[in-house]
């Protein structure tokens, strides 16, 4: 294994590693699991659909979905050592990390619009910051796996953004302004 960023990588890796109790980084690093994360954004792409706003939620969907078409064949291409265990392979990218981002971050915003408050969103970062704190501290990831599995999941999460804006019942065209009076101009009062 070689690259200009091995050795970095392996230099912050090896003061990280294992400065946190095992059983707290664990516990971080189970964030990003499947059972953990997916019932997060499945309860989230159904309080979305109820509210008439089945799109994002179907994008949502498909955002997660995209994860593992994603991140395993990365996985088996590069073939990289993890940080504790160099005889295995399959690190590059961080598939916890990808599940934790796109579920967390999905489920933030589908839920974002009845909330009007910005603590979706910022559960949603910590989440994902406690997942990949708890990967590389354990000694699961190296910091350039999770940071790859960050920027490969942000064109999902940018196409799940922008169906989750889009208001239900919209056609895409300019909508009518109502004046102050709730009437458009030319239509009898109801």
Same mark, same amino acid.
């Given at each position: 294994?070689?690259?200009?960023?091995?050795?970095?990588?392996?230099?912050?890796?090896?003061?990280?590693?294992?400065?946190?109790?095992?059983?707290?980084?664990?516990?971080?690093?189970?964030?990003?699991?499947?059972?953990?994360?997916?019932?997060?954004?499945?309860?989230?792409?159904?309080?979305?659909?109820? #509210?008439?706003?089945?799109?994002? @939620? $179907? *994008? +949502?969907? /498909?955002?997660?979905?995209?994860?593992?078409? =994603? %991140?395993?064949?990365?996985?088996?291409?590069?073939?990289?050592?993890?940080?504790?265990?160099?005889?295995?392979?399959?690190?590059?990218?961080?598939?916890?990390?990808?599940?934790?981002?796109?579920?967390?971050?999905?489920?933030?915003?589908?839920?974002?619009?009845?909330? #009007?408050?910005?603590?979706?969103? @910022? $559960? *949603? +970062?910590? /989440?994902?910051?406690?997942?990949?704190?708890? =990967? %590389?501290?354990?000694?699961?990831?190296?910091?350039?796996?999770?940071?790859?599995?960050?920027?490969?999941?942000?064109?999902?999460?940018?196409?799940?953004?922008?169906?989750?804006?889009?208001?239900?019942?919209?056609?895409?065209?300019?909508?009518?302004?109502?004046?102050?009076?709730?009437?458009?101009?030319?239509?009898?009062?109801?």
């Amino acid at each position: 294994m070689s690259g200009p960023l091995l050795t970095p990588d392996r230099a912050l890796s090896r003061a990280l590693v294992r400065t946190v109790p095992d059983s707290v980084t664990e516990r971080l690093a189970d964030l990003g699991n499947i059972p953990v994360a997916v019932p997060v954004l499945a309860l989230a792409m159904a309080y979305a659909a109820r #509210r008439g706003r089945g799109r994002a @939620a $179907l *994008a +949502a969907g /498909l955002a997660m979905a995209l994860v593992p078409a =994603l %991140i395993v064949p990365l996985k088996d291409w590069t073939a990289r050592p993890g940080p504790l265990e160099p005889w295995a392979a399959g690190y590059f990218p961080s598939g916890h990390t990808a599940t934790a981002l796109t579920a967390y971050t999905c489920a933030a915003l589908l839920i974002a619009p009845d909330t #009007r408050r910005p603590w979706p969103q @910022a $559960l *949603a +970062a910590l /989440l994902t910051a406690l997942t990949a704190t708890g =990967l %590389i501290l354990r000694g699961f990831h190296w910091p350039l796996d999770v940071l790859a599995s960050l920027l490969l999941c942000t064109p999902s999460l940018l196409g799940v953004r922008a169906a989750a804006s889009k208001r239900p019942g919209r056609s895409g065209g300019a909508a009518q302004a109502r004046p102050p009076g709730g009437r458009v101009s030319g239509q009898p009062p109801k």
